[in-house]
């Protein structure tokens, strides 16, 4: 995969292992930016979900933190 490669809703939350209501909740939260291709069609760019992963990757200290962040 090239990393300026747009993926849609489906391949996105299937690449970062995640449900599509979870990833659609990133999308709205602003935590995940999009490509805006029509109307009602986005994209979310490969580099852009390989960034979220960085920025929330690392060692889980606080398990009780971690896991509300997962519920929310």
Do not use: C, Q
């Amino acid at each position: 995969m090239k990393n300026d490669e747009l993926l849609t809703v489906e391949e996105a939350a299937e690449w970062l292992t995640i449900s599509k209501p979870t990833l659609w909740r990133l999308i709205r939260s602003g935590e995940i930016p999009v490509v805006k291709i029509a109307r009602r069609t986005i994209r979310l760019k490969l580099t852009d979900l390989e960034n979220y992963i960085e920025k929330h990757s690392g060692p889980i200290t606080d398990i009780s933190k971690f896991l509300k962040e997962v519920k929310k």
